[in-house]
C-alpha cells in the first residue's frame, strides 16, 4: 500500500490554499488581485507586540515608584514627625534655637513652639523679634485649658529661691519658688510625653537635698522616669563654663545623658579684635596678678582701700574658658567679668557675650533701646550648646 501525500497550494499575497494546481493557477490568473493579507498581519503582530512592551513598561513603572515610596516613607524626609513644644520662663530662647538646630532632615523630626511664656516685657519683645511668636506674660495668669497641646515641656524656672547668690528659701519663696507647682498644674492637664527642665547646680543640694526630693518625687509620682545630670558647659563647646542642672523625665523611657568632655573652647574664639574701648583703671585701682592656673588672671585692688577681687573686679585670661555670665554681678566688671589684652581690659561686648551662650550671630534685639539691658537677659540665660546636645538624645 501507497501512502498519497497530498500536496497544497498557498497564495503568498492573500494566504488562501488550495488543494488542486488548476484552482491555484486560476485564482494567480483573475483579473481583480487578490487582497495583500501580509502586509495586516505583520501590522496587527507589530500592534500586538507594542502593546505587550507598553504593558510591561507600565508594570516596572509601578513597581519602581511603590520602591520609592516605600524609601520615603522609612526615611520620613517628604513628612518628617511633627513634636510640639512649649517654652516657659522662655528668656532668650535658647530651647528654641536649640530645636531649631536640631530641626534637620537627618533628625526626621520636625519641632514646633506653639507657645511660650515670660513675665519679662523685654524678653518678650526680644523672643518675638527672634522667633516670630509672642511670648504669653504671667506664666499664673494663662489659662490651661486654651493652651495647644503638646509633647515636650521646656522650662527654666526661676533659679534665684535656690541659687547659692539668692536667699535659697526654695520653695519657701511664695512667688518664685512656688511657680514649679504652676508647672506641674500645666504637667497634670496636658500630660506631656516628655518634659526638659534646667536649674542652679545646687538644686539638688540645697536644704540638704529636701528641696529636690520633693520636685523629684512630684514628677515620678505623675508616672515620669526623672534623670538629672549637673554640666559644666565649658565641656559642651562653649567659651564660658556655666554649671547648670538638668532634670529630663520621659513617661515611656528613662533619658541616659551622654559622657560629653570635648576640649576647651577659649574665650579668644569669640572675640572682636576691632573693639578698641578699653577700662581705665589707673586712676581708682591697680592690678595684682593672680598665682596658679586659673581662668582668672589677675584681679583689681583699691588704691585706698586696698580691697578687691569681688566678682565684678577680676581679670580673666582670653586663652582660656571663661567663668559664670550672672545677672546679678555688680562693680565695674558686671555681668561678663573684666578680660585682659596684653594688658589693656576690657568687659565682654553684647555681641561677644551672645557667642558666650551659642547664639548666632544674627540674633537680634533692636527692639531695646538700652542695648546693654541684654547682658542682664544673658546672665539668666541657658546655654544653647547644652541644649543642642540633649535634644539629640529625646
Do not use: W
Not at 586712676?283 to 592656673?293: F, H, M, Q, T
Not at 568687659?347 to 561677644?352: D, M, P, Q, R
Amino acid at each position: 500500500q501507497y501512502i498519497t501525500k497530498m500536496v497544497k497550494y498557498s497564495c503568498k499575497r492573500c494566504g488562501k490554499e488550495f488543494s488542486q494546481k488548476s484552482h491555484y493557477d486560476s485564482h494567480n490568473r483573475r483579473k481583480t488581485p487578490c487582497e495583500n493579507n501580509a502586509d495586516k498581519i505583520k501590522a496587527l503582530v507589530d500592534k500586538a507586540v507594542e502593546e505587550k512592551l507598553k504593558e510591561l513598561n507600565n508594570k516596572k513603572l509601578i513597581v519602581e515608584n511603590e520602591e520609592v515610596n516605600v524609601n520615603t516613607d522609612t526615611m520620613e524626609h517628604q513628612h518628617p514627625k511633627e513634636v510640639k513644644y512649649i517654652d516657659l520662663f522662655c528668656g532668650l530662647g535658647a530651647f528654641h534655637t536649640a530645636f531649631n538646630r536640631n530641626n534637620t532632615l537627618q533628625n526626621k523630626v520636625k519641632y514646633t513652639c506653639v507657645l511660650a511664656s515670660d513675665i519679662n516685657e523685654g524678653v518678650r519683645n526680644i523672643y518675638e523679634e527672634n522667633y516670630g511668636i509672642k511670648p504669653e506674660g504671667d506664666i499664673n495668669k494663662i489659662n490651661i485649658d486654651t493652651m495647644p497641646d503638646f509633647d515636650i515641656l521646656c522650662a527654666g524656672f526661676p533659679c534665684q529661691p535656690f541659687s547659692i547668690a539668692g536667699n535659697q528659701k526654695g520653695f519657701q519663696d511664695k512667688t518664685r519658688g512656688n511657680l514649679f507647682y504652676k508647672i506641674l498644674e500645666i504637667i497634670d492637664r496636658k500630660q506631656p510625653e516628655t518634659l526638659m527642665l534646667e536649674n542652679v547646680k545646687n538644686l539638688h543640694t540645697i536644704h540638704k537635698g529636701e528641696t529636690f526630693k520633693i520636685i523629684k518625687n512630684e514628677l515620678e509620682t505623675r508616672g515620669y522616669n526623672l534623670s538629672y545630670k549637673v554640666i559644666d558647659s565649658r565641656y559642651y563647646n562653649s567659651p564660658q563654663s556655666r554649671q547648670r542642672i538638668y532634670i529630663i523625665c520621659n513617661k515611656n523611657t528613662e533619658y541616659i545623658f551622654r559622657e560629653i568632655k570635648n576640649p576647651i573652647v577659649p574665650v579668644s574664639t569669640i572675640i572682636d579684635n576691632s573693639i578698641t574701648d578699653f577700662f581705665d583703671y589707673t586712676k581708682k585701682y591697680k592690678l595684682e596678678k593672680c598665682s596658679g592656673k586659673s581662668m582668672m588672671k589677675s584681679k583689681l585692688i583699691n588704691i585706698k582701700s586696698g580691697k578687691g577681687g569681688r566678682q565684678g573686679e577680676r581679670i580673666y585670661d582670653i586663652t582660656k574658658c571663661g567663668p559664670t555670665i550672672c545677672a546679678s554681678s555688680g562693680g565695674p566688671g558686671a555681668k561678663t567679668g573684666f578680660y585682659d589684652f596684653n594688658g589693656k581690659i576690657r568687659t565682654l561686648s553684647v555681641a561677644e557675650t551672645l557667642k558666650m551662650f551659642g547664639f548666632n550671630h544674627t540674633y537680634k534685639f533692636e527692639c531695646l533701646s538700652n542695648k546693654k539691658d541684654m547682658l542682664f537677659y544673658l546672665g539668666n540665660s541657658i546655654v544653647v550648646n547644652v541644649v543642642e546636645e540633649l535634644i539629640k538624645d529625646l
